[in-house]
DNA sequence: GTCGATTGTTGATCGAAATCAAGGAAAATA
DNA sequence: TATTTTCCTTGATTTCGATCAACAATCGAC
């Protein structure tokens, strides 16, 4: 829960192989001596699930490539009621550019790998490449489109609704390429009370509502964690996507 | 509803007076030859409320600035179901750089002004300019934020907590430097139908919460419009901010 | 002004999800 | 292995907001 594990980088290629992608991430932007400029800086951390990357309160001092895992961003209310606002895999950036005051807390859902740099570092770094700050604008763009689409779940769909896109969210994860009929197979990164954070329900309606799903052939779970899709086409009528 | 007035722009100072503000807007990033530039092309429309600006099925072919009114930013589902994910005042941007498909409707909520560019000229100016697209870049930005924000709202608040935060949210961009305890007047730049479709509840509910801050004396209400709020901090308290 | 349409309010009833409660399965710790 | 703790499921009951229904107020058109 809470070891930590830092393991200082010199394995450029291993650092930015998985930033590749998506236009997420922040290697794929550099060239060669950018990239080892920050990699004198850059340092990869194991983290254990349930570790906190950014807090509510304080601002972050340094950045991260999510290596692997999933991080959760929630926010909480005074009394405790909390929501997931935001889900991140790898290669997603995590921070912050150009404002300290965020009020939102990172946390690591899974086990995560991180590269982490500092912020000062890689601040100039985004100063200077206009290719950075493009990729990172990117990146935001397309986190304002999944808050978007969120929000339509979170105000108007029903309980099974809700839960039926939760796992739709997750298996086009797994493989974004997926045909809308085959069938997927994953670990589900999160727990039921992180899956009724992210959905807006308690633990009770979304374990009822898996549970009902079950039962109607529409996917299987052992172990609470190992979830078979067997229709995808099915999960997205669920899901009324 | 219907009707549609467009001016041609030849008065830059007031084109951009608006911009300047809270780093939204694109007139305030540019220097004078590239407004010169942009003016060229650019036209003033006054568009009644419920026009479209841009529609959920086709990419938009220009981009816009909002002189003065609120436009809604909404997602439907396919049985109606309909969700405002956002809000734009002036002297916010309109557009989605960078991308075409989008799957967001921008519908006048109010009798809207606004500033309409040329996909095309802009997105030609923003290759050129970074100081332009970091403006957007910060736009975005704040977007996130107030997405995120009200994912919290949508997805953990009571009813009464999200009339509450609606007003507030209204109450704070009247006067964004308000202090926490005096009054605000405004008109309601949304219907109760508006409201709901914004705070994921029907109008019913909406009409009741509203009517229960009346009968409390948190605020007043005119024509079903024109709204004092009282006490700001009493406010704050009924949104649990 | 009258008429009709739209928008908002209020009341009665219903239902989906929350809450309360208990017990079982899996994982962590000793 | 035994024991504790955490996580998940299932059932009974309650509650908040949705739905159904009627009516009032406001606005626009004529």
Redesign the interface.
Known sequence: MTSRLDIHNSDIPVLCRACEARHRGVCGALNPQQLKELAKTSTRKALDSGIELVSEAEPAESYANILSGVVK?T?T???G???I??LQFAPDFIG????DE?M?RAEAATDVHVCAFPKRALDRMIAQS?EL??R???Q??N???E??????T????TAAEKVASFLHLIARHVDPEIEAKGTVVFDLPLTRADIA?F??LTIETVSRQITKLRTEGVIAVENNRHVTVFSLERLEDRA?L
């Open positions: 961003l926010k209310m005074a009394d009621r909390q929501q606002v935001g912050r550019p150009f404002r965020n939102i206009p700050g493009h990172l604008h990117l935001a763009l986190e304002l489109d808050a978007r689409d969120w929000m339509l979170l105000g108007r769909k954070d959905l807006g009324n």
